[in-house]
């Protein structure tokens, strides 16, 4: 099984900053990895697919980038709604996994 | 619309049983990958179950051999079946459409 370390677990930013999250990975996922949204009370969201594919509707301040078995999710410049839990997810091989999560919160 | 709406959930004790309905609309559950990924506060997000290709599946190490995914074509509807269910099995569970469409899900309680 493909293990997914996310960090930080929690990230404290202010609104208007950027806001960096990693992803690594146990093994090669040759870009199989998306990125999710979750708030609370909320269904995930899809963000990034591919490891850099923004998904339909996303804004352009996300982004993903990969370096090996190291992605990186990036989002710009922090908007309110931006604020919620993010998790990594491998779609390579076989049981898909998600890493643990890093949530954003107010600085 | 394209929409997947879940159903099923309940609590129930150690070691029964429980069925969970997906139901699609706008697209065909037949011609997608369709998955179950659960979601418990503490632990986050798990994938569970994915069927592909007719009726081939996939499953976390967990829940092999306790849980069984199926679609039924006449009613653009998958199932997840659950059974030997443990108190860890506790979460809100999703149907997902490739990675993309995700329903509301449906809480699934296991508790004496």
């Known amino acids: 099984e493909i293990v997914m370390t996310q960090s930080p677990a929690t990230l404290s930013v202010s609104p208007g900053e950027r806001a960096t999250l990693s992803c690594r990975a146990s093994?090669?996922?040759?870009?199989?990895l998306a990125w999710f949204q979750q708030k609370p009370g909320q269904a995930p969201r899809l963000l990034i697919y591919?490891?850099?594919a923004r998904a339909t509707g996303i804004p352009a301040r996300f982004s993903g980038s990969e370096s090996g078995t190291e992605f990186t999710l990036t989002i710009s410049s922090l908007q309110s709604e931006d604020f919620a839990i993010y998790y990594c997810?491998?779609?390579?091989?076989?049981?898909?996994?998600f890493g643990q999560g890093t949530k954003v919160e107010i600085k | 619309e394209v929409q997947l709406v879940e159903s099923g959930g309940a609590l129930v004790q150690p070691g029964g049983s429980l069925r969970l309905s997906c139901a699609a609309s706008?697209?065909?559950?037949?011609?997608?990958?369709m998955s179950w990924v659960r979601h418990t506060p503490g632990k986050g997000l798990e994938w569970v179950s994915l069927?592909?290709?007719?009726?081939?599946?996939h499953y976390t190490d967990s829940v092999r051999g306790r849980f069984s995914v199926s679609r039924d074509t006449s009613k653009n509807t998958m199932y997840l079946q659950m059974s030997a269910l443990r108190v860890e099995d506790t979460a809100i569970y999703y149907c997902?459409?490739?990675?993309?469409?995700w329903g509301q899900g449906t809480l699934v309680t296991v508790s004496s």
């Open positions: 093994q090669s996922l040759s870009s199989n």
């Open positions: 997902v459409r490739d990675l993309n469409v």
């Open positions: 591919d490891a850099s």
């Open positions: 069927i592909y290709n007719g009726d081939s599946a």
């Open positions: 706008g697209f065909t559950v037949y011609d997608n990958y």
């Open positions: 997810q491998q779609y390579n091989n076989w049981p898909r996994t």
